[in-house]
Protein backbone atom coordinates (compact mmCIF):
# COMPACT_ATOMS: atom_id res chain seq x y z
CA UNK A 1 0.00 0.00 0.00
CA UNK A 2 1.32 3.04 -1.30
CA UNK A 3 2.17 5.66 1.36
CA UNK A 4 -0.19 8.34 2.18
CA UNK A 5 1.18 11.94 1.00
CA UNK A 6 2.81 14.25 3.91
CA UNK A 7 0.50 16.74 4.23
CA UNK A 8 1.83 19.63 3.91
CA UNK A 9 2.79 22.21 6.68
CA UNK A 10 0.90 24.54 7.92
CA UNK A 11 3.03 28.10 8.22
CA UNK A 12 2.78 30.05 11.19
CA UNK A 13 1.31 33.75 11.03
CA UNK A 14 3.64 35.70 12.88
CA UNK A 15 1.84 36.51 16.21
CA UNK A 16 0.44 39.83 16.83
CA UNK A 17 2.39 42.59 19.26
CA UNK A 18 0.24 42.59 22.21
CA UNK A 19 1.67 46.36 22.88
CA UNK A 20 1.72 47.74 19.35
CA UNK A 21 1.31 51.20 20.82
CA UNK A 22 4.77 50.79 23.21
CA UNK A 23 6.21 49.14 19.95
CA UNK A 24 5.48 52.22 17.40
CA UNK A 25 6.26 54.77 20.39
CA UNK A 26 9.68 53.24 21.01
CA UNK A 27 11.01 52.56 17.14
CA UNK A 28 9.79 56.38 17.03
CA UNK A 29 12.37 57.58 19.39
CA UNK A 30 14.86 54.94 18.54
CA UNK A 31 15.03 56.41 15.09
CA UNK A 32 14.96 60.37 16.53
CA UNK A 33 17.80 59.16 18.78
CA UNK A 34 20.00 58.30 15.68
CA UNK A 35 23.38 58.99 16.11
CA UNK A 36 23.63 59.56 19.96
CA UNK A 37 23.68 56.63 22.82
CA UNK A 38 20.40 56.59 23.42
CA UNK A 39 19.33 54.80 19.88
CA UNK A 40 20.93 51.54 21.92
CA UNK A 41 18.78 51.96 24.81
CA UNK A 42 15.44 51.64 22.63
CA UNK A 43 16.67 48.82 20.44
CA UNK A 44 17.60 47.22 23.93
CA UNK A 45 13.65 48.19 24.85
CA UNK A 46 12.33 47.09 21.82
CA UNK A 47 13.88 43.23 22.40
CA UNK A 48 12.76 42.86 25.42
CA UNK A 49 9.40 44.19 24.70
CA UNK A 50 9.08 41.59 21.81
CA UNK A 51 9.73 38.34 24.01
CA UNK A 52 6.89 39.29 26.48
CA UNK A 53 3.87 37.89 25.52
CA UNK A 54 1.26 39.67 27.97
CA UNK A 55 -0.24 43.05 27.34
CA UNK A 56 0.87 46.20 29.46
CA UNK A 57 -1.51 48.55 30.78
CA UNK A 58 1.18 51.65 31.66
CA UNK A 59 4.69 52.18 31.58
CA UNK A 60 5.34 51.76 34.95
CA UNK A 61 3.77 47.72 34.58
CA UNK A 62 6.59 48.09 31.68
CA UNK A 63 9.59 48.05 34.75
CA UNK A 64 9.43 44.43 34.91
CA UNK A 65 10.89 44.16 31.63
CA UNK A 66 14.81 44.11 31.20
CA UNK A 67 16.08 47.30 29.97
CA UNK A 68 13.33 49.71 31.33
CA UNK A 69 14.27 51.77 33.60
CA UNK A 70 11.81 54.49 35.89
CA UNK A 71 12.73 57.36 33.08
CA UNK A 72 11.42 55.18 29.67
CA UNK A 73 8.73 54.09 32.19
CA UNK A 74 7.70 57.78 33.10
CA UNK A 75 7.76 58.42 29.16
CA UNK A 76 5.80 55.51 27.95
CA UNK A 77 2.90 56.69 30.48
CA UNK A 78 3.58 60.55 29.48
CA UNK A 79 3.49 59.46 26.28
CA UNK A 80 0.22 57.05 27.04
CA UNK A 81 -1.42 59.69 28.64
CA UNK A 82 -1.53 62.06 25.26
CA UNK A 83 -2.75 59.24 23.16
CA UNK A 84 -5.72 58.97 25.18
CA UNK A 85 -6.38 62.66 25.40
CA UNK A 86 -6.31 62.40 21.49
CA UNK A 87 -8.59 59.94 20.68
CA UNK A 88 -11.08 61.09 23.50
CA UNK A 89 -10.53 58.42 26.20
CA UNK A 90 -11.15 58.90 29.56
CA UNK A 91 -7.41 59.53 31.67
CA UNK A 92 -6.24 55.98 33.53
CA UNK A 93 -6.50 56.17 37.26
CA UNK A 94 -3.19 57.32 38.78
CA UNK A 95 -1.17 54.66 39.89
CA UNK A 96 -0.70 55.95 43.07
CA UNK A 97 -4.89 55.12 42.86
CA UNK A 98 -4.09 51.75 41.49
CA UNK A 99 -1.79 51.14 44.15
CA UNK A 100 -4.48 51.21 46.82
CA UNK A 101 -6.80 48.49 44.75
CA UNK A 102 -3.88 45.84 45.63
CA UNK A 103 -2.94 44.89 49.13
CA UNK A 104 0.38 43.30 47.64
CA UNK A 105 1.39 47.07 45.38
CA UNK A 106 4.60 48.74 46.45
CA UNK A 107 3.95 51.61 48.39
CA UNK A 108 4.15 55.12 46.53
CA UNK A 109 6.95 57.18 45.98
CA UNK A 110 7.60 60.77 45.87
CA UNK A 111 7.10 62.67 42.33
CA UNK A 112 10.48 62.76 40.59
CA UNK A 113 11.87 66.04 40.82
CA UNK A 114 11.23 68.54 37.82
CA UNK A 115 13.94 68.31 35.50
CA UNK A 116 16.05 71.70 35.14
CA UNK A 117 19.69 71.58 33.31
CA UNK A 118 22.11 73.34 34.99
CA UNK A 119 23.27 76.63 34.53
CA UNK A 120 26.32 77.05 31.46
CA UNK A 121 25.29 73.64 30.54
CA UNK A 122 24.61 72.68 26.70
CA UNK A 123 20.78 71.38 27.33
CA UNK A 124 19.96 74.82 28.84
CA UNK A 125 22.00 76.61 26.16
CA UNK A 126 20.53 75.03 24.23
CA UNK A 127 16.76 75.88 25.20
CA UNK A 128 17.67 79.19 25.80
CA UNK A 129 18.53 79.81 22.35
CA UNK A 130 15.63 78.04 20.68
CA UNK A 131 13.15 79.98 23.40
CA UNK A 132 14.93 83.15 22.17
CA UNK A 133 14.97 82.17 18.33
CA UNK A 134 10.89 81.35 18.76
CA UNK A 135 11.23 79.43 15.45
CA UNK A 136 12.97 76.30 14.10
CA UNK A 137 16.83 76.55 13.65
CA UNK A 138 19.43 73.86 12.02
CA UNK A 139 22.06 72.32 13.77
CA UNK A 140 25.08 73.99 13.17
CA UNK A 141 23.44 77.55 13.44
CA UNK A 142 22.09 76.12 17.04
CA UNK A 143 25.35 75.02 17.76
CA UNK A 144 26.69 78.46 17.08
CA UNK A 145 24.10 80.74 18.37
CA UNK A 146 23.94 78.54 22.06
CA UNK A 147 28.00 78.24 22.11
CA UNK A 148 28.58 81.22 23.97
CA UNK A 149 26.08 80.71 27.12
CA UNK A 150 27.97 77.26 27.79
CA UNK A 151 31.13 76.52 29.40
CA UNK A 152 31.64 73.42 26.88
CA UNK A 153 33.00 72.88 23.66
CA UNK A 154 29.50 72.68 21.18
CA UNK A 155 30.79 71.24 17.79
CA UNK A 156 29.08 68.70 15.19
CA UNK A 157 30.07 65.87 17.02
CA UNK A 158 29.89 67.05 21.18
CA UNK A 159 26.74 67.81 21.86
CA UNK A 160 24.89 64.43 20.94
CA UNK A 161 24.92 64.26 25.00
CA UNK A 162 22.65 67.24 25.42
CA UNK A 163 20.68 66.93 22.60
CA UNK A 164 20.04 63.22 23.23
CA UNK A 165 18.79 64.36 26.75
CA UNK A 166 16.22 66.88 25.86
CA UNK A 167 15.06 64.95 22.76
CA UNK A 168 14.42 61.55 25.51
CA UNK A 169 12.30 64.14 27.75
CA UNK A 170 10.26 65.44 25.19
CA UNK A 171 11.76 69.00 25.38
CA UNK A 172 13.25 68.96 21.71
CA UNK A 173 12.18 67.43 18.33
CA UNK A 174 13.88 66.72 15.63
CA UNK A 175 12.89 67.16 11.44
CA UNK A 176 14.35 66.82 8.08
CA UNK A 177 17.67 66.04 7.28
CA UNK A 178 20.20 67.78 7.90
CA UNK A 179 18.37 68.09 11.25
CA UNK A 180 15.97 71.30 12.61
CA UNK A 181 15.10 71.82 15.80
CA UNK A 182 12.79 73.17 18.00
CA UNK A 183 10.93 73.33 21.21
CA UNK A 184 7.78 70.92 22.18
CA UNK A 185 4.97 72.14 24.15
CA UNK A 186 7.22 70.85 27.15
CA UNK A 187 10.16 72.50 26.39
CA UNK A 188 8.92 75.86 25.66
CA UNK A 189 7.55 75.93 29.34
CA UNK A 190 10.67 75.09 31.14
CA UNK A 191 13.14 77.16 28.64
CA UNK A 192 10.10 80.22 29.37
CA UNK A 193 10.67 79.65 33.05
CA UNK A 194 14.72 79.23 32.62
CA UNK A 195 14.46 82.66 30.92
CA UNK A 196 12.41 84.19 33.66
CA UNK A 197 15.07 83.04 36.31
CA UNK A 198 17.96 84.01 34.22
CA UNK A 199 16.40 87.49 34.00
CA UNK A 200 15.29 88.00 38.03
CA UNK A 201 18.56 86.64 39.06
CA UNK A 202 21.05 89.06 40.28
CA UNK A 203 25.12 88.76 38.83
CA UNK A 204 26.90 86.61 40.16
CA UNK A 205 29.38 87.79 43.04
CA UNK A 206 32.66 87.04 41.75
CA UNK A 207 36.03 88.41 41.57
CA UNK A 208 36.24 89.93 38.73
CA UNK A 209 40.19 90.67 37.23
CA UNK A 210 40.20 93.02 33.83
CA UNK A 211 41.72 91.21 31.20
CA UNK A 212 44.07 93.80 28.53
CA UNK A 213 42.43 95.54 25.76
CA UNK A 214 39.95 97.98 24.94
CA UNK A 215 37.37 97.19 27.34
CA UNK A 216 39.87 98.40 30.00
CA UNK A 217 38.73 101.81 31.41
CA UNK A 218 41.66 103.23 33.33
CA UNK A 219 45.64 102.53 32.82
CA UNK A 220 48.30 101.14 35.24
CA UNK A 221 51.58 103.19 34.31
CA UNK A 222 54.82 101.67 34.39
CA UNK A 223 56.13 102.45 37.90
CA UNK A 224 53.12 102.56 39.46
CA UNK A 225 52.20 99.06 39.76
CA UNK A 226 53.53 95.58 41.23
CA UNK A 227 53.73 92.06 39.48
CA UNK A 228 51.54 89.47 41.40
CA UNK A 229 51.32 85.69 40.56
CA UNK A 230 47.86 84.27 41.16
CA UNK A 231 47.73 80.68 41.84
CA UNK A 232 44.58 78.78 41.39
CA UNK A 233 42.69 78.10 45.16
CA UNK A 234 42.96 74.37 43.91
CA UNK A 235 46.59 74.65 44.00
CA UNK A 236 46.92 75.85 47.81
CA UNK A 237 48.49 72.62 48.94
CA UNK A 238 50.03 71.89 46.16
CA UNK A 239 53.96 71.50 45.88
CA UNK A 240 54.40 74.09 43.04
CA UNK A 241 53.11 77.43 45.52
CA UNK A 242 54.77 75.93 48.87
CA UNK A 243 58.04 76.04 46.74
CA UNK A 244 57.24 79.52 45.89
CA UNK A 245 56.01 81.15 49.16
CA UNK A 246 58.60 83.45 49.98
CA UNK A 247 60.45 84.26 47.05
CA UNK A 248 57.89 85.27 44.74
CA UNK A 249 54.63 87.54 45.83
CA UNK A 250 51.92 85.06 45.53
CA UNK A 251 48.51 85.51 46.05
CA UNK A 252 45.64 82.52 45.88
CA UNK A 253 42.12 83.31 43.84
CA UNK A 254 39.67 81.39 42.28
CA UNK A 255 41.03 80.88 38.42
CA UNK A 256 38.60 80.34 35.83
CA UNK A 257 41.35 79.77 33.81
CA UNK A 258 44.72 78.12 33.77
CA UNK A 259 46.39 77.06 37.62
CA UNK A 260 48.64 80.52 37.85
CA UNK A 261 48.71 84.24 35.91
CA UNK A 262 50.01 87.12 36.61
CA UNK A 263 48.45 90.59 37.45
CA UNK A 264 49.56 94.38 37.85
CA UNK A 265 48.00 95.52 41.01
CA UNK A 266 48.36 99.57 41.34
CA UNK A 267 50.94 100.44 44.58
CA UNK A 268 49.53 103.52 45.64
CA UNK A 269 45.72 103.67 45.33
CA UNK A 270 43.72 106.83 46.61
CA UNK A 271 42.51 106.75 50.19
CA UNK A 272 39.28 104.69 50.71
CA UNK A 273 39.64 102.76 47.48
CA UNK A 274 40.86 99.11 47.18
CA UNK A 275 43.81 98.97 44.80
CA UNK A 276 43.04 98.20 41.21
CA UNK A 277 44.13 94.92 38.76
CA UNK A 278 45.23 94.19 35.63
CA UNK A 279 45.48 90.68 34.20
CA UNK A 280 49.20 90.28 32.09
CA UNK A 281 48.55 88.30 28.86
CA UNK A 282 50.31 84.94 30.25
CA UNK A 283 48.32 82.33 31.96
CA UNK A 284 49.54 79.08 32.72
CA UNK A 285 48.29 75.40 32.84
CA UNK A 286 49.85 73.28 34.88
CA UNK A 287 49.96 69.41 34.09
CA UNK A 288 51.79 66.45 35.79
CA UNK A 289 51.46 63.02 34.21
CA UNK A 290 48.94 61.61 35.95
CA UNK A 291 46.89 64.70 35.74
CA UNK A 292 47.65 64.47 31.86
CA UNK A 293 46.30 60.97 31.84
CA UNK A 294 43.16 61.16 33.97
CA UNK A 295 42.38 64.79 31.91
CA UNK A 296 42.43 63.17 28.47
CA UNK A 297 40.71 59.98 29.88
CA UNK A 298 37.59 62.15 31.13
CA UNK A 299 37.32 64.92 28.40
CA UNK A 300 38.63 67.23 30.33
CA UNK A 301 41.08 68.28 29.11
CA UNK A 302 39.73 68.72 25.41
CA UNK A 303 37.57 71.43 27.47
CA UNK A 304 40.32 72.63 29.03
CA UNK A 305 42.07 73.90 25.92
CA UNK A 306 38.67 74.87 24.51
CA UNK A 307 38.79 77.53 27.63
CA UNK A 308 42.12 78.68 27.71
CA UNK A 309 42.02 79.77 23.66
CA UNK A 310 38.46 81.89 24.66
CA UNK A 311 39.66 83.31 27.69
CA UNK A 312 41.64 86.48 25.93
CA UNK A 313 44.96 86.37 26.94
CA UNK A 314 46.78 85.89 23.96
CA UNK A 315 49.95 83.60 25.47
CA UNK A 316 48.48 80.49 27.24
CA UNK A 317 51.36 78.17 28.30
CA UNK A 318 50.70 74.48 29.25
CA UNK A 319 53.07 73.27 31.66
CA UNK A 320 53.97 69.19 31.37
CA UNK A 321 55.72 67.63 34.02
CA UNK A 322 57.28 64.42 33.38
CA UNK A 323 56.53 61.48 35.69
CA UNK A 324 58.59 60.15 38.22
CA UNK A 325 60.06 56.96 38.12
CA UNK A 326 57.97 53.91 38.85
CA UNK A 327 55.03 56.16 38.69
CA UNK A 328 51.70 54.29 38.20
CA UNK A 329 50.28 56.36 34.79
CA UNK A 330 46.72 55.72 33.31
CA UNK A 331 47.78 55.87 29.79
CA UNK A 332 50.61 55.18 28.69
CA UNK A 333 53.97 57.58 28.12
CA UNK A 334 53.83 58.28 24.69
CA UNK A 335 50.23 58.42 24.51
CA UNK A 336 51.07 61.29 26.82
CA UNK A 337 53.76 62.19 24.79
CA UNK A 338 51.60 62.53 21.64
CA UNK A 339 49.32 64.78 23.31
CA UNK A 340 51.61 67.49 24.16
CA UNK A 341 52.88 67.29 20.37
CA UNK A 342 49.52 67.63 19.54
CA UNK A 343 48.60 70.14 21.78
CA UNK A 344 51.58 72.92 20.57
CA UNK A 345 51.51 71.86 17.14
CA UNK A 346 47.64 71.39 16.52
CA UNK A 347 45.85 73.84 18.75
CA UNK A 348 48.81 76.66 19.03
CA UNK A 349 49.89 76.30 22.50
CA UNK A 350 53.28 76.64 23.87
CA UNK A 351 54.21 74.13 25.93
CA UNK A 352 57.04 73.64 28.40
CA UNK A 353 58.12 70.47 29.85
CA UNK A 354 60.01 70.29 33.26
CA UNK A 355 61.08 67.36 35.32
CA UNK A 356 58.63 67.98 38.27
CA UNK A 357 57.61 70.31 40.48
CA UNK A 358 60.86 72.00 41.53
CA UNK A 359 61.38 72.81 37.79
CA UNK A 360 58.06 74.23 37.44
CA UNK A 361 58.53 76.35 40.36
CA UNK A 362 61.62 78.01 39.13
CA UNK A 363 60.36 78.57 35.67
CA UNK A 364 57.81 80.28 36.91
CA UNK A 365 59.66 82.28 39.19
CA UNK A 366 61.75 82.89 36.02
CA UNK A 367 58.97 84.23 34.21
CA UNK A 368 57.70 86.27 36.44
CA UNK A 369 61.10 87.88 36.73
CA UNK A 370 60.39 88.33 32.74
CA UNK A 371 57.56 89.91 33.14
CA UNK A 372 58.37 92.40 35.79
CA UNK A 373 61.17 93.71 33.53
CA UNK A 374 58.90 93.99 30.49
CA UNK A 375 55.68 96.04 32.18
CA UNK A 376 57.84 96.80 35.43
CA UNK A 377 59.27 99.79 36.87
CA UNK A 378 60.51 101.96 33.76
CA UNK A 379 62.92 105.36 33.61
CA UNK A 380 62.41 108.29 31.16
CA UNK A 381 65.88 107.25 30.39
CA UNK A 382 65.07 103.83 29.32
CA UNK A 383 62.05 105.10 27.31
CA UNK A 384 64.14 107.09 25.52
CA UNK A 385 66.83 104.06 24.83
CA UNK A 386 63.92 102.63 23.08
CA UNK A 387 63.26 105.37 21.18
CA UNK A 388 66.79 106.05 19.58
CA UNK A 389 67.31 101.78 18.96
CA UNK A 390 64.24 101.98 16.44
CA UNK A 391 66.00 105.13 14.49
CA UNK A 392 67.91 103.37 11.34
CA UNK A 393 71.66 103.58 12.13
CA UNK A 394 71.44 104.06 16.07
CA UNK A 395 73.21 100.97 17.47
CA UNK A 396 73.77 100.36 21.13
CA UNK A 397 76.94 101.82 21.50
CA UNK A 398 75.81 105.10 19.56
CA UNK A 399 72.46 105.39 21.47
CA UNK A 400 74.51 105.17 24.68
CA UNK A 401 76.53 107.75 24.08
CA UNK A 402 73.78 109.90 23.23
CA UNK A 403 72.36 109.02 26.84
CA UNK A 404 75.24 110.32 28.68
CA UNK A 405 75.28 113.49 27.22
CA UNK A 406 71.76 114.09 26.69
CA UNK A 407 70.07 111.51 29.31
CA UNK A 408 66.45 112.28 28.69
CA UNK A 409 64.20 114.22 25.42
CA UNK A 410 63.62 116.91 26.73
CA UNK A 411 67.30 118.05 27.63
CA UNK A 412 67.94 117.17 24.33
CA UNK A 413 65.23 119.61 22.73
CA UNK A 414 66.18 122.01 25.71
CA UNK A 415 70.23 122.20 23.43
CA UNK A 416 68.41 122.34 20.62
CA UNK A 417 65.93 124.94 21.48
CA UNK A 418 69.62 126.96 22.38
CA UNK A 419 70.78 126.90 18.92
CA UNK A 420 69.91 130.09 17.17
CA UNK A 421 70.22 128.77 13.54
CA UNK A 422 69.11 125.51 11.48
CA UNK A 423 72.70 124.23 10.59
CA UNK A 424 73.99 124.61 14.24
CA UNK A 425 71.07 122.13 15.11
CA UNK A 426 71.47 119.95 12.58
CA UNK A 427 75.64 119.41 14.11
CA UNK A 428 74.91 119.60 17.76
CA UNK A 429 75.41 115.86 17.61
CA UNK A 430 77.99 115.24 15.13
CA UNK A 431 80.82 115.23 17.14
CA UNK A 432 79.18 112.83 20.07
CA UNK A 433 82.08 110.55 20.68
CA UNK A 434 80.99 106.60 19.66
CA UNK A 435 81.78 102.92 21.06
CA UNK A 436 85.33 101.46 21.43
CA UNK A 437 87.31 103.68 19.35
CA UNK A 438 85.67 107.21 19.88
CA UNK A 439 84.35 107.80 16.38
CA UNK A 440 81.80 110.67 16.01
CA UNK A 441 78.41 110.10 15.40
CA UNK A 442 78.65 112.00 12.02
CA UNK A 443 76.90 114.78 10.44
CA UNK A 444 74.22 112.72 8.67
CA UNK A 445 72.70 110.79 11.91
CA UNK A 446 73.31 114.06 13.99
CA UNK A 447 70.84 115.99 11.31
CA UNK A 448 68.26 112.70 11.30
CA UNK A 449 68.16 113.73 14.75
CA UNK A 450 67.90 116.83 14.85
CA UNK A 451 64.89 116.60 12.35
CA UNK A 452 62.76 114.43 14.56
CA UNK A 453 63.53 116.20 18.11
CA UNK A 454 63.22 120.05 17.18
CA UNK A 455 60.92 120.08 14.43
CA UNK A 456 57.65 121.79 15.56
CA UNK A 457 54.78 119.55 14.21
CA UNK A 458 54.25 117.13 12.14
CA UNK A 459 57.84 115.94 10.13
CA UNK A 460 57.41 117.31 6.49
Sequence with gaps: MAEAAAAPRRRRRPRASPNPLFTRWLREWRDEASGTRAKGVYERALRSLARYPLRLRSGQEAAILKNFGPALCRRLDLRLRQHRAEQGHAPSPPAERRSLESPLAPPTRCPPREYRPLPRSGARALLLTLYKSSEPLPEAELLRQAQPLCDRPLTLAAPKGAL??????????????????????????????????????????????????PDVDFELKPGEFDIILCADVTEANGPVPSLLRGRVPLSLRRLHVGDFLWVARERAPPTGRPPRELVLDVVVERKSASDLGSSLSDGRYREQKFRLGRCGLRQPIYLLEEPDKGETLSLPLPTLRQAAVSTQVVDGFFVKRTGGPQESATYLR????????????????????????????????????????????????????????????????????????????????SRSLAQLYSTPGPLP
Aim: proline share 12%.
Design 366 to 445: VLGEQLQQRYGPQTVGDVFARQLLQLGGVSGGRAAAILRRFPTPASLMAAYSACPEPQQREALLSTVPCGPLQRNLGPSL
Design 164 to 213: GTLLRRDLLQRSGRPPWYSLTPRGHILAQRLAAAASEAPPPAEEHLPLPG
